[in-house]
């Protein structure tokens, strides 16, 4: 274990240093291709930032206007017959979209059912083995030109469905 935490407090100097020494022994201008790279990031941040800034504001307005909660009423029904618990239908519908957001879904069931319970261990599983499709699509998509998703979506949504299974069943055993 000891090895383990040295090992992390040096990873990050010795990949600087790599980076740096590789770049100097190759003759590279490291601090202009550094400067070329931030500026490069800055315009991948300024291509990025609308998605972002519309994806946070849909999750406020879902969540403050009630809609979410109506919609999880709505759903709760189906996911019983799918044996998905009633607690994890807003986790699965806003996990969809934001993960900071499905992170607080996330707390507020451990803090009521308890991070060892059936449905926090599936709450849990749920959350690592799933991705907030609509974020990654509208992020990486919009930041490189993509306008047509094609098999994507359906794609990432029937991933997102075996993660859905894969926790509620490994929760169970």
């Given at each position: ?16 240093f790599y980076i740096i020494g590789f770049g ?54 189906p996911a019983a017959l799918l044996c998905i ?59 490189a030109g993509i306008t047509k998703t094609r ?23």
């Amino acid at each position: 274990m000891s090895f383990l935490l040295f090992l992390s407090g040096i990873i990050v100097p010795l990949a600087l240093f790599y980076i740096i020494g590789f770049g100097l022994l190759s003759g590279r201008p490291v601090f202009d291709d550094f400067l070329q790279g931030a500026a490069e990031g800055m315009k991948t941040v300024g291509k990025v930032l609308p998605a972002l800034i519309g994806l946070m504001t849909a999750v406020g307005v879902l969540r403050a206007s009630g809609f979410l909660d109506f919609l999880c009423g709505v759903l709760t029904a189906p996911a019983a017959l799918l044996c998905i618990p009633p607690p994890l239908v807003p986790l699965i519908l806003v996990r969809l979209i934001s993960n900071s957001a499905a992170t607080g879904i996330l707390l507020d069931i451990f803090r009521e059912y308890g991070t060892d319970s059936f449905v926090g261990m599936a709450a849990s599983i749920l959350m690592s083995c799933t991705e907030t499709v609509f974020y990654c699509i509208s992020l990486y998509f919009g930041s490189a030109g993509i306008t047509k998703t094609r098999y994507t979506l359906p794609g990432a949504l029937a991933a997102t469905a075996a993660g859905i299974a894969a926790s509620i069943f490994l929760a169970s055993l």
